[in-house]
């Protein structure tokens, strides 16, 4: 395991199903086999869903990059 449980994450892939895009951020709640189950949240904190990726589709979050906001919009 490569990444902490609990600590913040960015998707390196769409993710239809909640509406993410590649660098949006989810925190990793657990870590099965191969894959690290990852819940996605709103801006408020609210859970919007929980799913799993593989290592090589997300990668950890970089001291010079910043948040922004956008409209989430389900593919």
Do not use: C, W
Not at 23 to 40: M, N, P, S
Not at 55 to 61: A, G, M, P
């Amino acid at each position: 395991m490569k990444y902490s449980l609990y600590s913040d994450v960015a998707v390196l892939t769409e993710i239809p199903k909640f509406g993410l895009i590649s660098g949006d951020v989810v925190k990793i709640i657990d870590y099965v086999d191969d894959f690290y189950i990852l819940e996605t949240y709103n801006v408020k904190g609210k859970t919007l869903g929980v799913f799993s990726l593989a290592e090589d589709k997300i990668t950890s979050l970089q001291p010079d990059e910043v948040f922004h906001t956008r409209k989430l919009e389900f593919v």
